[in-house]
């Protein structure tokens, strides 16, 4: 990152690990098509297969992996390819959620995110649900809601974009992640699958459900980022609990407060003050955060996600949010902190 700026969006993506760029590096060097039938392509399919099985030992996961281009589009295959009659979708998941599936029936949550099941029916739905909402950070008790939806006959899938290398997996039939949010390169991800039985094929590469060329110099980066492993996590949240306590101590609302969230997000309302005009002031300041998902932080449509929890439209304009990884610093933390006290303070002089 630039020598002398605090970067406070790791959820949007975070710095390669230095583990991933030299298994990159390597890779790039004896590169072949894992699908060529000669000595170049056996060698390549052989890394390639060992990579997979290297991340599902690195994230204890013991069924299918199919490599993809990363979250977005593990969760097209799954919305699109599962075994279902249904599909349900909380009103707090990603866009690409909804992009994927925009006629996904939605699932209310309460005003602390949470989501009600209620509504899920069928004889064997689909149910889409965020492990860490990557607005807020809220997690959702996913172990409760996988038995809710068995007993309904249905399939989870569970949305770890933000939590894959940093919590444990969840219980679900599905499970999606991307590998620039946990230090591997952007381009690359994977859908987890419990049970090939429950996805329809396509044909070509990826075991037969998801054809092109699979991206192995990523995908080696991606099993070298995964086996450094979470251990940072305790570290940050301790930096988020001090975050907390300063934006609390200068007024300001923390969204979610009263539930879990992951250490590594957080969000602070603001108030009297757009979230726009902040993030603008921050950046002047050498402080890179975001308002909402990077996805639409540029966007003048307020948060669904806060919508959804019942937040008003003003309100919900004055939350940014703050992302943590690996390499962020006490440093970084005090100098947002003291920047926000300081915004917060003029603007009730004003």
Known sequence: MPQGRAYLDHAATTPLHPAARAAMAEALDRWANPSSPHAEGRAAHAALEEARARIATALGWTGKIVFTSGASEALAIALGRAKTDRLFASAVEHDAIFRAAPHAER?????????????????????????????????????????????????????????????????????ALSGHKFGASPGVGALLVRDFATLEAVGGQEQGYRMGTENLPAILGMAAALEAGGDWMAEAARLRARLDAAILAAGGEIVGEGRPRIATIGGYRMTGVAATAQLIQFDMMGIAVSAGSACSSGSLKPSHVLAAMGWDETAAREVVRVSFGRSTTEAEIDRFAAAWADMAAKRRAA
């Open 107 to 175: 699932l209310a949550v309460d005003g602390e995110g949470m989501v009600a099941l209620d509504a899920i029916a069928g004889e064997r739905p689909l149910v889409a649900i965020q492990h860490a909402n990557n607005e807020t950070g809220i997690i959702q008790p996913l172990a409760e809601i996988a038995g809710t939806v068995r007993e309904k006959g249905g399939l989870l899938l569970a949305d770890c974009a933000q939590t894959a290398g940093k919590l444990p997996l969840p219980d679900a039939d599905f499970i």
